[in-house]
């Protein structure tokens, strides 16, 4: 096992949670950051789909240092992506789907990388890959009824949900299999925070 997959079983492996903070400038990311963690998430990502994301993810990084909590930067899908995050010394990365040619690149830099998958050949080529933690992406058109049919053929395989995931549906995920659920837009509502957190508290 190498360190970047060490790595990532660490970061994903204590948590039922991850916020996705996308499409916000550094101060208001900033500022759901620290929502996200008062309200027990450790694990924040920042996608960085256009260059001017970068500085977002740098101020929630500098502002998890003074936390210790974990920041991975979102749809890493380009190799000069990968440069920025050598520099900022971010966790991990996550993209929406899988390339073998960014998850070498990831390896070489000792980045721990969570791709997305959302089928069964993504899946079987990850595992080939060595990766074992995978991005169900989007889990709200793939559906919970998704997750246990792949834990038949790959019950190595583990799930972080992502994409329309909320307080409605997340405990259906978890009971699914996902291993992790990821949720942005609830994080603009106060109430939707406290409803997931009593939700994913059933579950676990």
Not at 73 to 95: K, N, Y
Not at 109 to 129: E, F, H, K, M, N
Request: glycine letters at 8%; proline letters at 6%.
């Amino acid at each position: 096992m190498t360190d970047a997959t060490t790595r990532i079983e660490e970061l994903l492996g204590t948590d039922r949670t991850m916020a996705i903070l996308r499409g916000m400038p550094p101060a208001h990311a900033v500022t759901l950051a620290h929502r996200a963690w008062d309200a027990g998430f450790t694990l924040v990502e920042v996608p960085i789909q256009a260059p001017e994301f970068v500085a977002s993810l740098e101020a929630v990084t500098s502002a998890a240092r003074e936390r210790g909590k974990a920041v991975g930067a979102g749809t890493v899908i380009a190799a000069e992506q990968l440069d920025v995050l050598e520099r900022l010394g971010i966790d991990f990365a996550v993209a929406p789907g899988l390339d073998p040619e960014i998850v070498a690149l990831a390896a070489e830099r000792d980045i721990a990388y969570l791709p997305g998958v959302a089928t069964p050949s993504d899946i079987q080529l990850a595992l080939s890959l060595g990766l074992t933690w995978l991005k169900a992406f989007p889990a709200s058109v793939l559906g919970p009824g998704w997750l246990r049919a792949m834990a038949g053929p790959f019950p190595t395989a583990r799930f972080v949900a992502t994409g329309g995931i909320d307080a409605s549906n997340a405990a259906e995920f978890l009971r699914a299999g996902a291993r992790v659920v990821a949720v942005g837009s609830a994080l603009e509502d106060p109430s939707q925070l406290e409803l997931l957190r009593i939700r994913i508290a059933e579950v676990s």
